[in-house]
């Protein structure tokens, strides 16, 4: 299961981010988000959005990852996040949690949410 921490922790890099093929294949067909600001998004939306910002897009800082079985074929992910600043400096801070599917090939995001919340560091 530790494989879903891993794959949570890609979709943070630029790479992935930036590559429409990739994400395609990670986002379950009926991908759904519920982003920081509260808005809801389909798949096709993200997919544009991510793509079309990445290059634009800071870091990201996440920290303890929790994972949780809800069935054979689901799992949950929860862990909170910031962007980095230029200078280092952590903001937007979130607690997260994703819903990944697992369709007897591989692991699939369903659905993913952003809560902001209050600040952290990068260390306890």
Do not use: N
Not at 26 to 44: D, K, N
Not at 74 to 89: F, H, M, N, P, R
């Amino acid at each position: 299961m530790h494989e879903v921490i891993e794959l949570e922790k890609r979709l943070h890099e630029l790479s992935i981010r930036s590559s429409r093929p990739t994400l395609e294949s990670v986002l379950h067909p009926e991908f759904v988000e519920i982003g920081y600001s509260g808005t809801e998004y389909v798949r096709q939306e993200v997919l544009v959005g991510l793509v079309s910002r990445s290059e634009m897009e800071q870091k990201i800082f996440a920290r303890d990852f929790c994972l949780a079985h809800l069935t054979e074929s689901l799992c949950l992910i929860t862990y909170k996040s910031a962007s980095v600043q230029e200078d280092g400096e952590l903001h937007r801070f979130a607690i997260r949690s994703s819903i990944w599917k697992f369709d007897g090939r591989r692991w699939q995001l369903r659905f993913h949410q952003a809560t902001p919340t209050e600040g952290f560091s990068k260390i306890d």
